[in-house]
């Protein structure tokens, strides 16, 4: 066992306290359990580069980062790690964008950073196939596990219209910064798979979801889990099949990358980067259509060539 | 020399614990060592796979045997090393044993007769129940692995520092009730037997071990009294295996396991373990002194063993005596089986796969299914599925009832065919997308298509592996989409798995 990741009696003890305060607050289940920046939505694409390139670009040219407080911090980044197949594939996100965000925030003076996801296969394998377990922890990140129900901790979704309550990991809930890093793939039955679903991967019972109109409960769940940062991985697209894929001729390399502090634009922009319709996408419009940034209008966009 | 044997024997039992327990890291390559070391399995191998890497282990045991006398049942034989941890701790904890010479029947003979004659004739009940690696294994799996499993996930619930993270919880294997409770009762015999008797069970019902008698007795090296005793009958105490008359300075050379407790003993350095000399000391090699009228009857009942072995087998009695229902003809078995039929046939229900499956689906049959064997796995896709890109049940197999097979060669082996009940499907009930099934097909046999503004599943049963993915994750109740299991595996179309992929020559942004 990696001594890095074990945690001192010291923080354990503060974070008991401070589980048991917050459940013991009722309100704590009532209020926003992250405040995503809601005011002006941002917008940073870049292409032509290698994936690593391309998210060093996209940390330099995100105005929004450089003014955000990182020191000390604890950081959960959530890659798409959900299925048991190699990089090459595009089912996961890229290891090597994973890495350089690790590295961003850990450079940035995170305390800590996690990465994790719950697999849809077999979550061991799932890590290590990806080649993020590897890549996530040469750069200082803490693969943390997510294939037991009781990393999970109940919770209410006041606005939730069909998923009233859910069960969210505790690293999600715990953490100061949610930096969502999807792929962007297309999917059999919501079209497309990208920042919005990639949250499902932070739930224990997503089946549930699949059982209680899946674009509704996806609208659900982003009202109440709201990233800071979403990254979207559109090096190696997957055109079809999705979200598995079967095999490489699925994949188009795009070669681009999205950056952004609001999850309806990145989505949006992904949805066209698929040639689909945001409004076709029923999860993404029954969330966004009255967001700001689902036509992209109100969103400021720089984008970059390498 | 018995330090020799205690350490070496150690070693190999904690090697097999690993193996069978497979906690924490990966311990492919020793499982994939150890499943090599095994008489029977080797022998089921080589019987009805023709395996050349079956042929050598079978080949070095026996040559070993020739050599050195039956070594194997005290340095590499798991159970008989249980047995005798068993017997070690009686000795601490009760009384101390003191074992005296018993003359041994020809009882076990009978005993492997009949399994073999069983064999042949198309059932390995008694040889599943026999076979000292498979009973060790199925303790170790079935009651062993659970334990450390609650064990040590409880230890992680109590040092909760380490629950909120990361040393991670390891998942428990279904506990099939009737293994365990045979597990237990072997568990529980084995060591009431081997604190009174020592190591009766090797000398009674073991299989490997009469096996091996029938060559040891004529060993090169061998354990001799020689002139030096002086009758204190402290080797006759100390011998597990109730071999050594020291009244007569006579060993029963056949029945010893190569303990070696008896050279430690004798503080006169009157036993020696040395080349076989011209001496005939054993006494039961007395009683078998060779005439004519001996080897005659040897010769009519071998042959006659042999015929009647023959005829069962070409008759394949036990397909004529039971009446296979459908449903157990068409279990759903790992890849790498070809069929029900060969699983049944080769199995000796060591469940070293069930303790290596990832997503343990893989467990013993939950009752007997018929009378071709007992405890051999089957698949329960309620647990999970099976992994698309993992071989390692195929890779540790040791009797070959589940055939090594290539990553290549598994992605293209259906273990059977998926069926849909699209009235039960969420998407029809509760016109709702889901799309469970479609996602998780690892091979495009199941996806969807859109009808008026919803996406209904759509299976292509050519391209299913059976792997059960979209059966498990399916949140309809009842299941909306199931596997139907292959008796016969087959062979599917290989796929383009590694396309090339496309680059657009005009990398724009479409916003």
């Given at each position: 066992m990696d001594e890095s990741i074990l945690i001192t009696r010291k923080t354990f003890l503060g974070k008991c306290v401070s589980v048991i305060l917050a459940a013991s607050i009722p309100s704590f289940l009532n209020r926003e359990i992250f405040s995503a920046f809601e005011s002006q939505p941002y917008l940073t694409a870049v292409k032509q580069g290698s994936p690593e390139a391309m998210a060093k670009a996209a940390f330099l040219n995100f105005k929004f980062l450089s003014t955000m407080a990182i020191k000390n911090k604890t950081v959960l980044v959530k890659p798409n790690i959900g299925w048991n197949v190699k990089p090459e594939l595009g089912a996961n996100t890229n290891p090597g964008i994973v890495s350089e965000t690790v590295k961003y925030f850990i450079e940035r003076g995170a305390a800590r950073v996690y990465v994790m996801d719950n697999?849809?296969?077999?979550?061991?394998?799932?890590?290590?196939?990806?080649?993020?377990?590897?890549?996530?922890?040469?750069?200082?990140?803490?693969?943390?596990?997510?294939?037991q129900e009781s990393y999970y901790q109940s919770v209410n979704i006041p606005s939730g219209k069909k998923l009233?309550?859910?069960?969210?990991?505790?690293?999600?809930?715990?953490?100061?910064?949610?930096?969502?890093?999807?792929?962007?793939?297309?999917?059999?039955?919501?079209?497309?798979?990208?920042?919005?679903?990639?949250?499902?991967?932070?739930?224990?019972?997503?089946?549930?979801?699949?059982?209680?109109?899946?674009?509704?409960?996806?609208?659900?769940l982003n009202t109440v889990i709201k990233p800071q940062i979403n990254i979207v991985d559109a090096y190696r697209v997957m055109f079809k099949s999705g979200p598995r894929g079967t095999s490489r001729s699925d994949i188009v390399l795009k070669n681009q990358l999205f950056i952004s502090n609001d999850i309806v634009s990145i989505d949006s922009a992904s949805a066209r980067t698929l040639n689909l319709d945001p409004n076709k996408i029923k999860y993404l419009a029954i969330f966004g259509k009255d967001k700001p940034g689902f036509d992209l209008q109100k969103t400021e966009i720089k984008k970059v060539a390498l | 020399m018995k330090k020799f044997r205690v350490i070496i024997s150690i070693l190999i039992f904690f090697l097999f614990s690993a193996a069978f327990l497979n906690f924490g890291k990966d311990w492919l390559l020793l499982q994939k060592i150890i499943k090599e070391t095994q008489l029977?399995?080797?022998?089921?191998?080589?019987?009805?796979?023709?395996?050349?890497?079956?042929?050598?282990?079978?080949?070095?045991?026996?040559?070993?045997?020739?050599?050195?006398?039956?070594?194997?049942?005290?340095?590499?034989?798991?159970?008989?090393?249980?047995?005798?941890?068993?017997?070690?701790?009686?000795?601490?904890?009760?009384?101390?044993?003191?074992?005296?010479?018993?003359?041994?029947?020809?009882?076990?003979y009978y005993f492997t007769g009949i399994i073999i004659l069983s064999v042949l004739a198309g059932t390995l009940i008694p040889l599943n129940l026999s076979d000292p690696y498979s009973i060790f294994g199925r303790i170790f799996s079935d009651i062993m692995r659970p334990i450390a499993v609650i064990g040590f996930n409880s230890i992680i619930d109590l040092s909760a520092s380490v629950k909120i993270i990361i040393m991670t919880k390891q998942k428990i294997n279904e506990i099939i009730p009737y293994s365990l409770i045979v597990s237990a009762i072997y568990f529980i015999a084995i060591f009431v037997l081997a604190a009174a008797k020592g190591r009766a069970f090797c000398n009674m019902f073991c299989p490997t071990g009469t096996l091996l008698s029938v060559i040891s007795k004529h060993s090169i090296y061998r354990i001799y009294i020689n002139d030096k005793c002086v009758m204190c009958g402290q080797c006759e105490i100390v011998c597990k295996s109730q071999c050594i008359d020291y009244k007569n300075s006579a060993i029963d050379f056949e029945n010893c396991v190569m303990c070696l407790n008896c050279l430690k003993s004798c503080s006169e350095k009157a036993i020696e373990y040395k080349h076989r000399t011209s001496r005939i000391n054993s006494p039961n090699m007395k009683k078998d002194k060779f005439s004519r009228?001996?080897?005659?009857?040897?010769?009519?009942?071998?042959?006659?063993?042999?015929?009647?072995?023959?005829?069962?087998?070409?008759?394949?009695?036990?397909?004529?005596?039971?009446?296979?229902?459908?449903?157990?003809?068409?279990?759903?078995?790992?890849?790498?089986?070809?069929?029900?039929?060969?699983?049944r046939s080769r199995c000796t229900s060591?469940?070293?796969?069930?303790?290596?499956?990832?997503?343990?689906?893989?467990?013993?049959?939950?009752?007997?299914?018929g009378f071709k064997g007992i405890f051999q796995p089957v698949l329960n896709f309620k647990n999970g599925y099976c992994t698309y890109e993992c071989t390692r049940c195929s890779q540790v197999c040791p009797a070959g009832a589940i055939l090594p097979l290539s990553l290549e060669e598994k992605k293209i082996t259906s273990i059977g065919e998926v069926q849909l009940k699209i009235e039960k499907c969420i998407v029809t009930l509760q016109k709702t997308d889901c799309g469970a099934c479609a996602e998780h097909c690892p091979t495009g046999s199941v996806f969807m298509k859109e009808k008026n503004g919803l996406h209904y599943p759509v299976t292509d049963s050519s391209k299913c592996v059976g792997c059960g993915a979209c059966t498990y994750v399916c949140p309809s109740e009842p299941l909306a989409i199931s596997v139907m299991a292959r008796g016969i595996h087959t062979s599917l179309k290989p796929f383009t798995s590694d396309g090339i992929e496309k680059t657009e020559k005009q990398n724009e942004f479409n916003f």
């Open positions: 697999s849809a296969d077999n979550w061991k394998e799932s890590y290590t196939s990806s080649g993020i377990e590897k890549a996530a922890k040469s750069a200082g990140a803490i693969m943390a596990p997510a294939h009233k309550k859910t069960k969210i990991h505790e690293i999600a809930l715990s953490c100061d910064l949610f930096i969502n890093l999807p792929v962007l793939k297309t999917h059999h039955s919501t079209m497309m798979t990208c920042a919005m679903k990639n949250l499902m991967g932070v739930i224990w019972d997503r089946y549930e979801l699949h059982s209680l109109d899946l674009h509704q409960c996806i609208a659900d | 029977i399995p080797s022998v089921m191998n080589l019987m009805y796979n023709l395996s050349s890497t079956a042929f050598l282990s079978v080949a070095v045991i026996l040559f070993v045997t020739f050599i050195s006398g039956r070594t194997y049942c005290s340095f590499f034989c798991p159970l008989g090393v249980l047995q005798d941890i068993f017997s070690f701790l009686s000795k601490k904890s009760f009384r101390k044993q003191k074992f005296s010479y018993s003359y041994k029947s020809h009882f076990r009228k001996a080897a005659l009857k040897w010769i009519f009942s071998l042959t006659g063993f042999a015929a009647f072995g023959t005829l069962l087998q070409s008759l394949k009695f036990v397909n004529l005596l039971t009446n296979h229902s459908e449903a157990a003809e068409t279990m759903p078995v790992p890849p790498g089986c070809v069929s029900v039929e060969h699983l060591c469940h070293l796969c069930v303790s290596v499956c990832p997503t343990n689906i893989i467990v013993p049959s939950a009752a007997p299914d």
